[in-house]
């Protein structure tokens, strides 16, 4: 079975452009999840998805995030314009339940973002 | 607002030998969950080890084992008979006992494991 994958691996562009993560969930997981870690710091949670709905979008850090999750299976996480405070490593996970602590989740490998 | 706190930036032990991670919380909540993360290096975050609150008993999966004290907010990580795979970033997280929480993070301890 497929583990949770994201494109692209690394990306760099410049500030005021806009850039495009994707996260591809495991199969069949309804939850789906967006971290990120700045500039070496704490791991810190952005979103969740339960299929395509916004469960809780409380870590968003601003307006220039956009994600989306259309029709349940991969979702998307732009940001326009990136800032030089965006760069860091953008995270997915997925699990099927979404119960906490009964459930895993299951993480990607990441997509590290660099704002020149 | 919860917080996870790891005090050890960086760690290292000789394969085979005994070395313990630790990691300290903040939570004002009585039933919640804790985790412990590994990153090997260029690879995927993979669950090691979950603790629930509300059970007395430590957790223990394999070589992997917890010393989990609910009262000092206290979560440490014992790996015994370290194995040169083992080399990772560990990371602490916190969830509280509700559907589909998002995990809180703490900031990483990188294990290294020497032959």
């Known amino acids: 079975e497929a583990g949770v994958t994201q494109f692209p691996s690394h990306s760099v562009i410049e500030k005021g452009q806009t850039v495009t993560l994707r996260c591809d969930p495991i199969?069949?997981?309804?939850?789906l999840y967006w971290y990120r870690r700045v500039m070496g710091k704490e791991i810190k949670f952005l979103l969740h998805?339960?299929?395509?709905?916004?469960?809780?979008e409380s870590g968003m850090p601003n307006n220039r995030f956009l994600a989306e999750r259309t029709g349940g299976t991969y979702s998307t996480l732009k940001v326009q314009p990136a800032e030089l405070e965006d760069s860091g490593v953008y995270f997915c996970a997925s699990s099927q339940d979404g119960l906490a602590g009964e459930d895993t989740q299951y993480f990607g490998p990441g997509t590290r973002l660099t704002v020149l | 607002a919860q917080t996870v706190t790891q005090s050890q930036p960086e760690m290292s032990v000789q394969e085979a030998e005994t070395v313990t991670l630790s990691c300290t919380y903040d939570t004002s909540e009585n039933n919640y969950y804790l985790f412990w993360y590994k990153q090997p290096p260029s690879r995927q975050m993979i669950l090691v080890i979950r603790q629930e609150a509300y059970k007395q008993q430590n957790a223990t999966e394999n070589r992997f084992s917890v010393n989990f004290q609910k009262a000092a907010k206290s979560f440490s990580l014992k790996i015994s008979d370290s194995q040169l795979g083992d080399t990772a970033m560990y990371f602490c997280a916190f969830t509280l006992d509700n559907y589909g929480q998002n995990f809180v993070f703490g900031p990483g301890t990188r294990l290294s494991v020497l032959p």
């Open positions: 199969s069949g997981h309804d939850n």
């Open positions: 998805f339960v299929k395509e709905s916004k469960q809780d």
